[in-house]
């Protein structure tokens, strides 16, 4: 039960108050629970019934130890649970069973605000997690299984290829038909320079880097650089005076 109670004691309030955390819940391990096995004979000497049990353990004050459920009184003379059922703590059934490299685990899911940004709250949350985990006593190994920020990450710097790629297939197009290395690097420029307006404008309006807006911006990258292409050479016909 270690694993369990450390993550829903040490992780789970830490974390819970992170900025921008919405939810932080803990899966998994085993939990413990109070097992009541009544002693047929001693219910039918001391005349309780399961329903003398089961009401006075529902609609009693709320026990807190194993010693005061012992005592609960079952409304009967003077009896008390103790004295006709045998009170003990014990596995709780399992609903989710999760293991990491094949050894038993917990899993701590942490979902994010929606306006959120989801790089700096799984930063913030694993920097949280690694300073507790760094106070810890005992053998916990912290192992992250899903970062979304990781995607972003990756994301951003695919995008930030894409544009760079663009940016020379534009030049090389452009130059290629028109033999103007003025008009490449106009064609060049305007798509760095948009992407960073883009990025600009994402910020001060307060949207967020998500896969959403990663990939409208990838498609707008796309569809950039083909009108880029198409504007600058009309411009450059009329100006010549070819059409």
């Keep these: 039960y270690e694993l369990k109670n450390v993550a829903e004691a040490d ?3 830490v974390l819970a108050q992170v900025e921008g955390v919405f939810s ?14 009544p002693v047929p004979q001693q219910l039918v000497t001391s005349n309780v019934s399961m329903y003398h049990i089961v009401a006075s353990l529902t609609m009693g004050e709320h026990y807190d130890s194993l010693e005061a459920i012992e005592n609960a009184p079952m409304g009967v003379d003077s009896v008390v649970l103790g004295d006709i059922a045998n009170v003990s703590l014990g596995p709780a059934p399992n ?9 038993a685990s917990v899993a701590i899911f942490v979902m994010k605000e929606g306006d959120a940004n989801t790089v700096e709250v799984a930063n913030a949350v694993m920097e949280k997690a690694q300073e507790i985990e760094a106070n810890l006593d005992g053998d916990f190994k912290l192992v992250p299984l899903l970062d979304q920020s990781e ?5 951003i710097s695919q995008l930030l290829l894409m544009a760079i790629i663009g940016g020379i297939l534009a030049i090389f197009i452009v130059f290629l038909f028109l033999w103007a290395f003025r008009a490449s690097l106009v064609t060049a420029m305007s798509i760095p320079l948009s992407v960073l307006i883009g990025f600009l404008v994402m910020h001060f309006s307060g949207i967020t880097i998500n896969l959403l807006t990663l990939s409208a911006m990838a498609i707008a990258v796309g569809r950039l ?6 504007v600058t050479e009309v411009i450059y016909r009329k100006m010549k ?3």
Excluded: C, M, Q, Y
């Excluded at 932080?24 to 096995?37: C, F, M, N, P, Q």
């Excluded at 609903?95 to 050894?103: L, N």
């Excluded at 995607?151 to 994301?155: A, K, L, R, W």
């Design 225 to 230: 650089i083909d009108n880029s292409i198409v």
């Design 95 to 103: 609903t989710v069973i999760t293991r990491t490299d094949g050894e």
């Design 241 to 243: 005076g070819w059409g």
């Design 151 to 155: 995607f972003i990450e990756d994301s």
């Design 11 to 13: 992780f789970l309030p």
């Design 24 to 37: 932080a819940e803990v899966e998994g391990g085993d939990k413990e629970r109070v097992l009541i096995s």
